[in-house]
């Protein structure tokens, strides 16, 4: 490995080192102190005396297995010291060492320090190597007396307890990571493989097949995989929120079947920011017989869920019934907006990972359908949100009733590639674009894609359709949008063109509409 990767990795020890060293002030006093000592000082002065070799070229590069040595070594150090820790640790003390966060950052830490190493098999074993001797820990600490929690309701960590579920979360989490830096390894050497000399000399013969084939279908397979691997978590938030929704909906109606009659009782009230703190003050003015965390739930409820405090107005403190009954159906409203919340957000990212999943193999897609085009544009107008909300303005004029017939993979994947370079062709402070769908005639449809940005200038207007031929900065593009957007068209029969000015580009696509 070259310097500069050594120096990467020795960064990252060098912080390791410093949390082995807030992990000793944390247990001064008690018998993990010279633990937390021995590998925060291990690998700090490790990692600084490196550091002075590879500055001043006191070491040559080192071989793959001599960095495996270390790495492997590092992490039995790691290892050892959690297990020393947890044998060492009192009963009845704070602090202990399988709750205690500095070790589980560690871990974290040296996930990522095994992932600069930029090896695909070693980072996924040192990755389950890590679970494991993090499951090790749990064991290790329940044999030396810890209580074993393995109830539904969660409840708080004392320094003798261990939670299940959050253990479980804690694993879960690290084999996110090891993942995640596997398949990010995997990236990097991808790029760099695809850097080598005879693979651009042969990108360049083989110039017309690539483009319409192995680009696109290695893009569309990424997008495929990422889509997918989003969704399985997708699907089990989606499941758990519904059924946490349904308990607490199943505890409310035992509680009080007539909650629904009670409801239609309760005034609402929409408040403005100002009338917001306003209220409160005078909700915990107007029931300050409550007591206080009962008084400051009301007001918070009443506020954030828009409810009228007169509802509750003929309410007294005796009436530890009624009370009940307010602070159960509060809390379900709670509960309730939550559940609204994040199902809106789920139902938006399906939305993003089905688009991006019909992006995969356009051109190998033959079969057509019928589609409402204007479905399609906003699928990718949703794509670009945030374009939208933070600076630029959208102006749309999209006729929802019209069909075509095509594939619609790959005609998404043209309103990708126009839609994005007219975002980069407009000012983000001042930059407007407008997208227009509307019947040409009874056999066609125009889609026209207008922004305000600066326009093609002519002597270049004849070669925006070429193969990588691009007006753009190094690193923003490679030439190939409008290029696959045209042979795109080609295909379904259709046809694309263009005017522009200064001030005022239009793309404008025709296709046939569908019989």
């Known amino acids: 490995m070259k310097s500069k990767g050594l120096l990467i990795l020795v960064s990252i020890r060098m912080v390791i080192g410093w949390i082995g060293l807030v992990a000793s002030f944390l247990n001064l006093g008690k018998p993990p102190f010279w633990v937390a000592c021995f590998v925060g000082l291990y690998f700090l002065s490790s990692s600084l005396l490196a550091k002075y070799k590879i500055k001043n070229k006191l070491v040559s590069d080192l071989g793959n297995s001599s960095i495996i040595g270390f790495l492997v070594l590092d992490f039995c150090i790691i290892l050892s010291g959690f297990y020393l820790t947890i044998l060492n640790h009192p009963t009845g003390l704070v602090a202990t060492p399988i709750q205690n966060a500095i070790f589980f950052s560690i871990f974290f830490l040296y996930q990522l320090y095994i992932g600069f190493f930029l090896h695909r098999k070693f980072s996924a074993i040192m990755g389950m190597f890590v679970i494991v001797g993090y499951i090790g820990g749990i064991i290790l600490a329940t044999l030396n007396g810890a209580e074993f929690f393995t109830g539904y309701r969660l409840v708080p960590q004392t320094p003798n307890r261990i939670v299940l579920p959050l253990e479980i979360l804690k694993v879960i989490l690290l084999l996110g990571i090891t993942i995640c830096i596997v398949r990010l390894v995997s990236f990097l050497l991808d790029i760099l493989e695809n850097n080598n000399k005879s693979l651009v000399e042969e990108l360049n013969k083989r110039e017309t097949l690539l483009l319409k084939n192995d680009r696109l279908v290695t893009l569309g397979t990424l997008a495929s995989n990422v889509a997918h691997e989003i969704n399985n978590p997708l699907a089990g938030i989606k499941s758990m929120n519904e059924f946490l929704y349904e308990e607490e ?31 409160y003050d005078l909700i915990l003015n107007f029931f300050s017989f409550l007591p206080k965390g009962d008084l400051h739930f009301l007001a918070d409820r009443c506020i954030d869920i828009g409810v009228d405090h007169r509802s509750f107005e003929g309410l007294v403190k005796e009436d530890t019934k009624d009370w009940d009954f307010v602070y159960l159906w509060l809390k379900f409203k709670t509960m309730e907006k939550a559940n609204l919340l994040v199902s809106n957000a789920i139902s938006r990212t399906e939305k993003v990972i089905s688009t991006f999943r019909q992006f995969s193999l356009p051109f190998f897609e033959q079969d057509k359908t019928r589609v409402f085009i204007g479905e399609g544009i906003r699928d990718i107008l949703f794509l670009y949100n945030q374009y939208w909300e933070i600076s630029r303005r959208l102006v749309t004029e999209i006729d929802d009733r019209i069909e075509v017939l095509v594939c619609e993979p790959a005609i998404k994947l043209v309103w990708s590639h126009l839609l994005f370079n007219a975002i980069q062709a407009t000012s983000p402070n001042s930059g407007e674009i407008k997208v227009t769908v509307r019947l040409k005639n009874e056999k066609e449809v125009e889609v026209l894609i207008a922004d305000n940005g600066l326009g093609i200038s002519i002597p270049l207007q004849n070669q925006i359709f070429q193969p990588f031929f691009t007006t753009k900065e ?14 795109i068209i080609k295909n379904q029969n259709g046809k694309i063109d263009f005017e522009s000015q200064p001030g005022k580009t239009t793309f404008s696509v025709i296709l046939p509409v569908a019989e």
């Open 474 to 487: 190094k690193g923003e593009g490679i030439g190939l949008g409008l290029y696959i957007s045209k042979e």
């Open 249 to 279: 909906l199943s505890f409310l109606t035992r509680k009080e079947p007539v909650w629904r009659e009670k409801e239609k009782q309760l005034l609402w009230k929409h408040r403005t920011r100002k009338e917001k703190r306003e209220d």
